[in-house]
């Protein structure tokens, strides 16, 4: 006997699930908690199966007959329908996924590995550069003509720069999710052979050793933040990265031990590297404590305390005073190893104060030497130096070999 929406709509739940059938394989299940939900019985290979079509009364008796007939015009045609409803549902998953959501996705695997400034610095590009661009596309039909013109209009501001970033990771975002399945292909490989020339320019650029005194008096002078002057002063008595001070919390420094340890996980070469502070750099982050050292970071940003100083304030307001492709805050470590090396300081400090990694791999593994007691006098030499030249001292007696 076929079902009748009487039938349907009057059957009560039961110690036991049971079924009640329709025709052709349709059935209504109902569930001890009083579910009705429609099902349809076939065999395929020789294997009986089931098909779930839907919940009463979602789901008419009408359209379930509909579906059944449906599933069974699949079966006419040698596809096993409930293969085929799973196919269309990773379709539909796939159809739905947006460049957004993927990007994200290899953003969350990717983060765990990456220094907190190479994450920073790849969301701030993403949600800035690529989300307000394709963030809405779905992934799967993104074509390398859009990847070519959003990469343009990064260029044609010339950030070249981070249009180079951008292409890497488009390239990586397309790659994992090919990876995954959810994309047929990855439209962002060799967008390298297609990017604009950018003009060459000198890298890290740092004055003389001779010029300190103007740049440092220019600064004083200047009307910009003083954390940004602190900031600048800081750089050049310790020879640091301009993102390892910009996101240094508080809890890393010793000032009275007038030490700075820097955990692997925020170094470059995911080695803790500790830094030796000189007497004049324990004094300007004593004066920094007293601005800031009720937030967690050293150096917060202006607007949200929470997040850290832009990466741009330090060669802004450098660019303030006037040396904009003179002077950077990356500048100031080429400048530290010119003068050291040129006053003949042991290499070995030196490359360990710049926290460099060895070439030699086996030498890197096996040299645990901080040389921490030489690096401190080494950096109290240099700003005792820095001082001196800045009060007009001939400097040139103040050397140490070693």
């Known amino acids: 006997m076929a079902l009748t929406d009487t039938a349907i709509r009057t059957a009560k739940p039961r110690d036991k699930l049971y079924r009640l059938a329709d ?9 001890t908690t009083g579910s009705k939900l429609w099902r349809v019985r076939y065999r395929f290979e020789g294997k009986a199966k089931m098909l779930a079509a839907g919940a009463y009364p979602s789901v008419t008796l009408a359209q379930a007959r509909e579906r059944r007939d449906a599933a069974q015009k699949l079966l006419a045609q040698g596809v096993d329908p409930s293969a085929y409803k799973q196919q269309e549902k990773v379709a539909a998953a796939i159809q739905a996924l947006t460049v957004e959501s993927l990007a994200r996705e290899w953003y969350s695997y990717n983060q765990p590995r990456w220094a907190p400034a190479t994450a920073s610095k790849a969301l701030q590009y993403l949600e800035s ?19 070519v013109d ?6 044609r501001r010339e950030a070249f720069n981070v249009a180079r970033k951008v292409r890497q990771w488009l390239s990586q975002i397309f790659r994992f999710g090919l990876a995954k399945g959810v994309v047929p292909g990855n ?3 060799d967008l390298d052979v297609v990017a604009a020339h950018a003009p060459r320019t000198r890298h890290h650029p740092h004055v003389s050793e001779a010029e300190l005194p103007g740049l440092l008096e220019r600064l004083e002078a200047a ?16 020879a640091v990265r301009p993102g390892e001070l910009r996101l240094a919390p508080w809890d890393e420094f010793d000032l009275d031990a007038a030490t700075w340890t820097i955990p692997a996980a925020r170094m470059k070469a995911r080695r ?4 030796p502070l000189p007497r004049q750099a324990v004094v300007l982050l004593r004066t920094l404590y007293e601005l800031t050292g009720t937030y967690p970071l050293a150096f917060p940003g ?17 660019s303030t005073i006037g040396y904009e492709g003179r002077q950077t805050g990356h500048g100031f470590r080429h400048l530290l190893s010119t003068s050291l090396n040129s006053r003949g300081y042991n290499r070995d400090w030196i490359e360990r104060q710049l926290a460099h990694g060895d070439q030699d791999s086996i030498r890197h593994t096996y040299n645990h030497a ?3 007691e030489q690096r401190r006098e080494m950096m109290q030499t240099w700003a005792d130096s820095v001082d001196a030249l800045c009060a007009g001292v001939n400097v040139a007696t103040i050397k140490r070999h070693a």
Not at 150 to 155: A, F, N, Q, T
Request: hydrophobic share 40%; with cysteine; net charge positive.
């Open 23 to 31: 025709a052709h394989g349709l059935c209504l299940e109902v569930t």
């Open 129 to 147: 550069d690529i989300f307000p661009v394709i963030g809405k596309r779905p992934a799967a039909e993104v074509q390398r003509p859009e990847l």
């Open 150 to 155: 959003l990469v343009r209009k990064i260029e």
């Open 187 to 189: 439209p962002a490989t």
């Open 223 to 238: 009307q910009c933040d003083i954390t940004s002057k602190i900031a600048i002063r800081l750089l050049l008595l310790t």
């Open 272 to 275: 803790p590297h500790i830094v």
């Open 302 to 318: 202006r607007n949200d305390r929470s997040r850290p100083m832009s990466e741009n304030t330090v060669n802004k307001a450098l």
């Open 370 to 372: 901080h040389y921490l």
